[in-house]
């Protein structure tokens, strides 16, 4: 097997040894009946497909619309409760059901105002602590947008367990089709119209939401100090460094973080372009962040692996971003920083 399969089939039998080394040690520690293992992932193959890849005959692969870029495996064994395998279940599930079902499960009652997209698979998984009637043919709907603000039908699939329309326009019929190679839309508009039709009113229901963020919070006493990466810069997807290796190039690049205060006070930042523990020289002579409309910067003395600045800070949200100046004034954001809280206000 060539490389780089080699090494891909090596990572995944690197996952098998280490899931069970996982089973023996809940073993050993007499975990094993009664603790929910589950085995995931968060999308279709990165390598499996192509050039002699297996990708179970699926099209796509990660990052597509297609199945093969979210069709995922969902393994569950608990012993105690009955789930110990050998059977397969072929309805349509998504990961918007994991935490419905976890709380059923462990008999815990989520509150009615949670709103939650997801549904219990625990009629599925015991249909003896069966609470109602099996749920009728569901529609769910996948996307990958991958930008600032999302945008309608962008990489799109609305689902059922017999069809897939893909763009908005695409239609397959997974039951005949599943590698999804012959386009049926033309042959079944009414199924594209319901499915339409079903994406617009899911659509309705998220799309007032696409202002907010998801913030990173600092200051908070379980997590002091905070830790940032340029992975979760708000920025052109082209400019943000989102592994090692574009990181190693040290790229003129920079972006925001949207943050969240939890406590006001003063604050030390700390601005790397590697991890700490690397050392390596900043190869900057200034130093600068914002957080909201406070700014603090300072000069970067020659071979300094880091720049600590102090700020004082208020409670609530803000925006965040660093600036590394070097001689020749060329700037890039810090792809390292570490948040800690030094002073409470009283």
Not at 277 to 286: F, P, Q, S, T, Y
Not at 299 to 314: C, N, P
Request: glycine letters at 8%; a negative charge; proline letters at 5%.
């Amino acid at each position: 097997v060539p490389s780089p399969r080699a090494e891909f089939y090596g990572m995944i039998a690197n996952i098998d040894e280490n899931v069970l080394r996982l089973e023996k040690r809940l073993q050993e520690l007499g975990l094993a009946e009664n603790t929910l293992l589950i085995f995931t992932t968060d999308n279709g193959t990165a390598a499996g497909a192509g050039r002699g890849g297996f990708n179970a005959g699926l099209r796509g692969q990660k990052g597509s619309e297609y199945d093969g870029g979210h069709r995922v495996p969902f393994f569950i064994h608990w012993p105690a409760g009955g789930l110990v395998g050998g059977r397969d279940i072929s309805q349509l599930t998504a990961h918007i059901d994991v935490l419905p079902t976890l709380a059923e499960l462990c008999g815990i009652e989520l509150a009615d105002d949670l709103d939650l997209d997801g549904r219990s698979l625990v009629s599925l998984l015991l249909p003896e602590m069966r609470r109602a009637a099996p749920a009728p043919d569901r529609t769910l709907v996948v996307h990958s947008q991958r930008i600032e603000h999302p945008e309608k039908w962008r990489k799109s699939a609305v689902m059922t367990d017999r069809w897939r329309l893909v763009g908005g326009r695409e239609l397959f019929d997974m039951t005949s089709d599943p590698a999804q190679e012959n386009d049926v839309a033309a042959a079944h508009p009414e199924v594209v119209e319901r499915l339409r039709a079903e994406y617009d009113k899911w659509w309705a229901h998220i799309d007032d939401r696409f202002d907010d963020y998801s913030r990173l919070v600092l200051g908070a006493p379980e997590a002091n100090p905070t830790h940032f990466t340029c992975h979760d810069w708000h920025a052109d997807q082209n400019q943000v460094p989102w592994n090692q290796a574009s990181i190693s190039r040290d790229p003129q690049a920079n972006g925001w973080w949207a943050v969240d205060v939890a406590r006001g006070g003063r604050y030390e930042i700390t601005l790397r372009t590697r991890p700490g523990h690397v050392g390596e020289a900043l190869k900057a002579v200034r130093a600068r962040v914002t957080i909201g409309d406070v700014e603090a910067s300072a000069d970067v003395a020659e071979g300094a692996t880091a720049a600590t600045l102090e700020i004082e800070l208020q409670a609530g949200p803000a925006r965040m971003q660093t600036w590394l100046q070097s001689a020749n004034g060329t700037s890039r954001g810090a792809y390292f920083v570490e948040v800690r809280r030094v002073e409470a206000n009283p």
